[in-house]
């Protein structure tokens, strides 16, 4: 079929722009909007505010150049759990600084176009299918905003998503939020790369597949001008984002607009940077492996704590300076933590910043909140995230995520949630024993102590090991000191906010 008209005008178009049009010329859409500067330039989610928190930075944002998704906003439009690219100063302390430009670039919005699955390893997660896409949203981890939470999440509802894509392609939710409902008229977005691609001077070539998922179908009589430039300069490997109508058959978009996207870190030599995503192409700390797509060097990097296991899939942040295109690592935090808590506070140190959660009667876990670090929300709405530390009182249930660092319990994220929700304690880390007279945990007692807490079992007790269901002695066989095992507990009759010692379900790898 040929189209003369439509080569015509895009020719026209081009040339009034003045960009030549060959294919296949052009550079990544890392080009067309490339970072420099001088000062730090950090990638990240917002953890806090006052003004916000990036990376363990407080950075004053005032009068900081804010943008959402291409558009200028005030800082008041900035939200707990969006990844942010910070550019401006830091003092040498290193936990202050001051933002000349903040952007915020959603990585999806669209509908859930099948129902969730509940990961039967962790009933705390679960995978959402968006237009195609892999989203993976957390209890605990994730924000929840739009009248919607991780247990009323549907099938159908539109949900724009920030987050960072994992080592499988998948999509690690921080912050998710309800837009309505689908209907033929919503207006979608997708960012990703583009595979297959060819120019749209060569007709009839007016489509690609964006990660190799969604199908974009685009006419150019209908694109503005701004966006004919960027379709002219994308080729395969290209970032980029599109935005049009959704059709579930095919899972295509039909673009009304595509938008120009990249990683937001600087490529020239000497530039600091601090990085947080998610671990992918990890052989060993001494090569070259990527976050969220940008190459690190971690050989001379020094890790927070000092027992962080770097892998595919861990998230993490990397503080270091740009050299031929590779972050040279000086310092690399974990960003998530092995360590789950979703119990009652029996007491609050505000001044020393512990809170201190009662697992089973007389014994107790006690986590350390980080100012610049642990994300604080209340799903309850009674306080903002800045105020709940002070606010949080004996009874409050929780829901904590945490790292261990010299036997010292570090909060990554602290979340407030309703007395009404599943009230089981909850109790994930590292087995500490029984253990035997050589210090091997001893399977025989079947009982596990975890952080202090010992849980014994009973008949009904439900043992999971690599999401199978298992009997108790191929489960406890399984077993060995230090190993990440999962407890929920039913709360003691008599005593309304802790757990009985005995194990409903225990869980592991």
Known sequence: MKHPDIKTLLLGLLIALGIPACGGGGGSAASLAGIGGTGITSTGTITGFGSIFVNGVEYQSGSANVTIDGTSANDTALKLGMVVTVKGSIDSSGTRGTADSIMNSAELKGPITAPPLTDPNNMQRKTLTVMGKSVIVDAVSTTFDGNFTFNTIAQNNVVEVNGFIDANGALLATRIEKKGDFSTSTIVEAKGNISAFCPPTIIPCTSFS?????????DPTTLDLASLNILQKLTTGSLVKVKGNYNSSGNTINATKFEAEDTGIPQEDGARVELQGVISQFNSPSTVFL???????????????????????????????????????????????????????????????????????????????????????????????????????????????????????????????????????????????????????????????????????????????NEQITSAGMFFNKLTKGAIVKVLDNQDPNLATTGDGIAEEMTTE
């Open 210 to 218: 964006l990660d190799n998922v969604l199908t974009v179908n685009y």
């Open 291 to 465: 976050v969220n797509g940008q190459k690190v060097d971690a050989s001379q990097a020094a890790l927070k704590p000092t027992n962080l296991n770097l892998a595919n899939g861990i998230t993490v942040e990397v503080e270091g300076s740009i050299s031929n295109g590779t972050i040279i690592a000086s310092e690399i935090k974990g960003r998530e933590g092995s360590i789950e808590v979703r119990a009652f506070v029996s007491a609050v140190d505000s001044t020393n910043k512990i809170l201190q959660l009662e697992i089973t009667s007389g014994h107790s876990v006690s986590i350390t909140v980080d100012n610049n670090q642990t994300q604080m929300e209340d799903e309850t709405n009674q306080v903002a995230p800045k105020d709940l530390l002070t606010d949080l009182r004996t009874g409050d249930h929780l829901e904590i995520e945490a790292y261990q660092d010299n036997g010292t319990l570090i909060a990554t994220h602290v979340k407030r949630i309703s007395k009404t929700e599943d009230t089981a304690i909850k109790l994930q880390g590292p087995i500490e024993g029984p253990l035997d007279s050589s210090s091997n945990f001893d399977p025989t007692p079947q009982t596990i102590m975890i952080l202090g807490n010992t849980f014994s079992i009973q008949t009904s007790t439900v043992f999971i090991a």
